[in-house]
């Protein structure tokens, strides 16, 4: 198989950095790497491979034509350049919310709903990092017993929001007060339930993406998940505590079984053994872990799930290079 002429537009970020591993990892054909960055960045270096390559600008990595390009610079870079490569005749994978809810955009968790993608399909969006490992717990469920409605409180790490947030948390954890805090109040020692903005309706955008990418991933406009979303001290991976209530009635033993038989899931259900998912265990792993898995005490079909992923791997990075593997496998540059 020849290799691939892939761009990363945000190479030197957090989700950018860790793409360039876990193409290296899943072993994505990469004849010719383009890293894109800012104009500061531009004349650095990534590593990748085994060797170093040069960030250049965006103009230049689109003036080179690459076959796909892996965005993860932010939905303004996304909504300038996106379309310029389309154009091009590249295929996008963009991790940011530009393109998300555009109706002529596949919103895609390649082992829910790769087929949504259409061969002539120039843009293709990466959900939400906290939608992403929901729906790989929902999907296997849904398609046995219906999901009615769902309740998930997160516990978002800290690098959903980025370098500067590190850098926040960090100092604090030094005593020192944060020279550019990200965050309205401080997160060492803390619990903030505000990730993005507030809307008028109470909820933030974080929250509300829950609500749609969901129905839009699950291909069901009547799948209602209803968030509260919370920012906590922790350096890498999401939780999410998920409430589910279902048409069908289920069986334990079995919905263990389909959660396992997900590809890209494992379960951690053993609480007598102390064994259940946990951010620092998922740290690194491309994979969703699911545990705590019990019936609701006052509703027959209710189901409680505990669901933890790294957020910067299946939830942003792992994802799009997954996107990126599926097409090659469909041929769409053979």
Known sequence: M????????????????????????????????????????????????????????????LAARPQVALFSAGGDVSKRWAPEFAKAGTTVIDNSSAWRMDPACPLVVPEVNGDAIGSDDRIIANPNCTTMQLVMALKPLHDAYRIQRGVVSTYQSITGTGK????????????????SPVYPHPIDLNCLPHCDVFGDNGYTREEMKVWH???????????????????????GGHSESVYLEFERPFELSEVRQKLADFPGVVVEDEPAQNRYPMPRNAAGKNEVFVGRIRRDLANERGLHLWIVADNLRKGAATNTVQIAQYLLEQGRWA
Do not use: Y
Not at 18 to 36: F, G, I, S
């Open 213 to 235: 990418e969901t129905k839009k991933i699950l291909g069901d406009e009547e799948v209602h998940m209803t968030c509260t979303a919370v920012r906590v001290p922790v350096v």
């Open 164 to 179: 500067a947030a590190i850098v926040q948390l960090e100092s604090e954890r030094a005593g020192e007060v944060p020279a």
């Open 2 to 61: 020849n290799g691939l002429k892939l761009a990363v537009i945000g190479a030197t970020g957090l989700v950018g950095r860790t793409m360039l591993e876990v193409m290296q990892e899943l072993a994505l054909p990469v004849d010719e790497l383009l890293p894109a960055g800012s104009e500061r960045s531009a004349g650095t270096t990534v590593e990748f491979q085994g060797r170093k390559w040069t960030v250049q600008t965006v103009q230049d990595v």
